[in-house]
């Protein structure tokens, strides 16, 4: 043995602070792709309503948002829903 002590569980595991900080560092980047997402999706969304309305169609769709509607609570149960027809809104406006 080389005499040494082994390392202590503290010098292993990070403090609260750090931990704290460096997740609250990673939800802001997830926030920012996230509201970056959004606005792409809101301008594909403005490219999809042009072309519906410019070909004599109506401007929403509301086969397509009940499709939207039903992945997000899918995926994320009834917040999912109420995320869904926020995102619908911002993207299309009010109905």
């Known amino acids: ?7 202590t569980e503290q010098e292993h595991t990070p403090d609260a602070e750090t931990v704290i900080a460096g997740g609250q560092q990673r939800i802001d980047d997830l926030d920012a792709r996230i509201v970056a997402l959004i606005r792409e999706r809101m301008t594909v969304s403005a490219g999809i309503q042009r072309a ?15 499709e939207v509607l039903a992945r997000f609570r ?3 149960g009834r917040p999912g829903t109420t995320l869904a027809m926020t995102l619908l809104e911002l ?3 009010r109905v």
């Open 74 to 76: 899918g995926e994320l």
């Open 91 to 93: 993207c299309r406006g």
């Open 52 to 66: 519906r309305i410019e070909s004599g169609g109506r401007r929403v769709h509301l086969a397509r948002e009940m």
């Open 1 to 7: 043995m080389s005499g040494t002590a082994a390392p």
